[in-house]
């Protein structure tokens, strides 16, 4: 099933200052953080953040946090159990995750979205762990668990589905 931008909700999990400095490649999955959340921006697609427990773990990243309309925070690592999913427009169905770390909040959240019946994504290229194992393994389980793994370009060219989308050449810019 390819992701639709008319039924798609971006969900950033976790991508907060004090946690990021012990992510495997931290830098790199912020950048792709960064990269898919502004192309859903051009798209009107809804961007949601969670954050872990702030006041130990800080706030997301600022750029991100600015891109995000909602930002949802949480205790527990599934944040479907602090009211996540009140937040999930109801007339979307497809949601994108990304964010960290991969093995416990971000795949904790995607399991709880898998049971409430949403089409889970899991943009690969931008989730991240203290290690590259836990990563792995977490990824496995997720497919195993019946979420999709795409890539954030490959996010990026469903949601457009063509070169003649009035935001093309912006999103490539982005891409590219």
């Given at each position: 099933?390819?992701?639709?931008?008319?039924?798609?909700?971006?969900?950033?999990?976790?991508?907060?200052?004090?946690?990021?400095?012990?992510?495997?490649?931290?830098?790199?999955?912020?950048?792709?953080?960064?990269?898919?959340?502004?192309?859903?921006?051009?798209?009107?697609?809804?961007?949601?953040?969670?954050?872990?427990?702030?006041?130990?773990?800080?706030?997301?990243h600022p750029?991100?946090?600015?891109?995000?309309?909602?930002?949802?925070?949480k205790f527990?690592?599934?944040?479907?159990?602090?009211?996540?999913?009140?937040?999930?427009?109801?007339?979307?169905?497809?949601?994108?995750?990304?964010?960290?770390?991969?093995?416990?909040?971000?795949?904790?959240?995607?399991?709880?979205?898998?049971?409430?019946?949403?089409?889970?994504?899991?943009?690969?290229?931008?989730?991240?762990?203290?290690?590259?194992?836990?990563?792995?393994?977490?990824?496995?389980?997720?497919?195993?668990?019946?979420?999709?793994?795409?890539?954030?370009?490959?996010?990026?060219?469903?949601?457009?589905?063509?070169?003649?989308?009035?935001?093309?050449?912006?999103?490539?810019?982005?891409?590219?």
């Amino acid at each position: 099933m390819l992701a639709s931008p008319d039924q798609s909700v971006l969900l950033i999990i976790d991508m907060q200052s004090k946690l990021m400095p012990a992510i495997e490649d931290h830098t790199h999955v912020l950048s792709q953080c960064i990269r898919l959340a502004k192309i859903a921006q051009q798209l009107d697609i809804p961007i949601i953040g969670t954050e872990e427990n702030p006041e130990g773990l800080g706030e997301n990243h600022p750029e991100l946090k600015a891109l995000c309309q909602k930002t949802v925070t949480k205790f527990h690592f599934d944040g479907c159990s602090d009211g996540l999913i009140n937040h999930i427009p109801t007339d979307r169905k497809q949601l994108v995750l990304v964010g960290c770390e991969a093995h416990v909040c971000l795949m904790q959240t995607a399991l709880g979205l898998l049971e409430y019946g949403f089409a889970v994504s899991i943009a690969v290229d931008a989730i991240g762990s203290r290690q590259s194992l836990d990563k792995t393994i977490a990824t496995m389980r997720l497919k195993e668990s019946g979420a999709t793994l795409k890539t954030v370009e490959m996010l990026a060219f469903e949601w457009l589905r063509t070169c003649k989308h009035p935001s093309f050449k912006s999103a490539l810019a982005l891409i590219k």
